[in-house]
């Protein structure tokens, strides 16, 4: 065959470079990356300790806040401190701004109607309360409802429990004013005060207003109405104090009036087993009130210990 009249010549291009030979990659490192010397190894080892360092002594400075007062003479921030044992808790401490007149309650009278439950020594609540009848209150917010009942039944003293300085400053603020001089403020764990710092049959009842729900299923074991925690509190009570639970999250009253209903040491108030109207000692809260204009149903929950 003959060849092509006028063939087109190959025109010989650059020739392709060669590849760098790039040192061998040290195993973790990236690919392409110069194997570190002696030096940077050292430089980076100097860096992850000053990080460390830094680390640390921020976790230092975060636990002594906690740790400290916010007011001196006033409530503790961590009352019981390291020398109880941690427990999954039905509580949530928080922070938030405290006003010029709870601040002024806090200081003025938490040294006379104040206490830190610190689980070091058992209480004298006869001394405490001036022989009055001694009701444990968990949880008062902002203490509306309980300077309300300490006023309408000055013979009956009102131990009331909580972890939130505003509401605790709000509280004596409130007590102060109304003239009521039968509530005394308790920081911290309700259950290290009943557990160790009341002794047997000490109380004359028990109220529980509006606990925290934790509404979460996995949150359920925070709740703080359990049979763990009525075997505790059945101990504290006299026989026929009462126990008094409310709430406006429905699972959480069926699980109260489950739990107490099925304890050999409580009887419900109630002939037919269910839950009792709002009796007339308890003041409408004003968190009771949002939740009735939200349209939330709030359960009353009596029982008496046997």
Same mark, same amino acid.
Request: aromatic share 6%.
């Given at each position: 065959?003959s060849?092509?009249?006028?063939?087109?010549?190959?025109?010989?291009?650059?020739?392709?470079?060669?590849?760098?030979?790039?040192?061998?990659?040290?195993?973790?490192?990236?690919?392409?990356?110069?194997?570190?010397?002696?030096?940077?190894?050292?430089?980076?080892?100097?860096?992850d300790?000053?990080?460390?360092?830094?680390?640390?002594?921020?976790?230092?400075?975060?636990?002594?806040?906690?740790?400290?007062?916010?007011?001196?003479?006033?409530?503790?921030?961590?009352?019981?401190?390291?020398?109880?044992?941690?427990?999954?808790?039905s509580?949530?401490?928080?922070?938030s701004?405290?006003?010029?007149?709870?601040?002024?309650?806090?200081?003025?009278?938490?040294?006379?109607? !104040?206490?830190? =439950?610190?689980?070091?020594?058992?209480?004298?609540? #006869?001394?405490?309360? +001036? @022989? /009055?009848? $001694?009701?444990?209150?968990?949880?008062?917010?902002?203490?509306?409802?309980?300077?309300?009942?300490?006023?309408?039944?000055?013979?009956?003293?009102?131990?009331?429990?909580?972890?939130?300085?505003?509401?605790?400053?709000?509280?004596?603020?409130?007590?102060?004013r109304?003239?009521?001089s039968?509530?005394?403020?308790?920081? !911290?764990?309700? =259950?290290?005060?009943?557990?160790?710092?009341?002794? #047997?049959?000490?109380? +004359? @009842? /028990?109220? $529980?207003?509006?606990?925290?729900?934790?509404?979460?299923?996995?949150?359920?074991?925070?709740?703080?109405i359990?049979?763990?925690?009525?075997?505790?509190?059945?101990?504290?009570?006299?026989?026929?104090?009462?126990?008094?639970?409310?709430?406006?999250?429905?699972?959480?009253?069926?699980?109260?009036?489950?739990?107490?209903?099925?304890?050999?040491?409580?009887?419900?108030?109630?002939?037919?087993?269910?839950y009792?109207?709002?009796?007339?000692?308890?003041?409408?809260?004003?968190?009771?009130?949002?939740?009735?204009?939200?349209?939330?149903?709030?359960?009353?929950?009596?029982?008496?210990?046997?």
């Amino acid at each position: 065959m003959s060849e092509p009249a006028n063939p087109t010549p190959e025109t010989p291009g650059p020739a392709p470079e060669a590849s760098p030979v790039l040192p061998e990659t040290p195993p973790g490192a990236a690919p392409g990356t110069a194997p570190l010397t002696d030096a940077d190894a050292d430089a980076n080892a100097d860096a992850d300790a000053d990080a460390a360092q830094r680390r640390a002594a921020s976790f230092e400075r975060q636990r002594r806040l906690r740790q400290e007062p916010r007011f001196p003479g006033g409530p503790a921030a961590d009352p019981a401190g390291s020398h109880h044992e941690r427990r999954i808790r039905s509580f949530q401490p928080r922070r938030s701004r405290v006003t010029a007149g709870q601040e002024d309650a806090l200081q003025r009278l938490w040294p006379k109607w !104040g206490l830190d =439950i610190d689980g070091r020594g058992v209480l004298d609540l #006869p001394a405490l309360f +001036d @022989g /009055l009848p $001694v009701v444990l209150e968990i949880g008062f917010g902002m203490g509306e409802a309980t300077a309300q009942m300490a006023a309408e039944d000055p013979d009956t003293g009102i131990l009331a429990v909580d972890v939130h300085t505003p509401g605790q400053g709000n509280l004596l603020g409130l007590a102060d004013r109304a003239g009521v001089s039968n509530v005394r403020v308790a920081n !911290g764990d309700a =259950i290290i005060l009943l557990r160790e710092m009341l002794e #047997p049959e000490a109380l +004359d @009842g /028990l109220r $529980v207003y509006f606990p925290d729900p934790w509404p979460k299923k996995r949150h359920h074991k925070r709740r703080l109405i359990q049979p763990e925690f009525l075997d505790l509190v059945a101990g504290r009570l006299k026989p026929g104090a009462l126990v008094h639970c409310a709430t406006d999250w429905e699972p959480y009253a069926e699980q109260m009036l489950e739990v107490l209903t099925a304890h050999p040491r409580f009887e419900n108030t109630r002939s037919d087993g269910g839950y009792a109207p709002r009796p007339a000692f308890r003041p409408l809260t004003r968190f009771e009130g949002q939740g009735l204009d939200k349209g939330h149903v709030v359960h009353d929950v009596l029982f008496t210990r046997r």
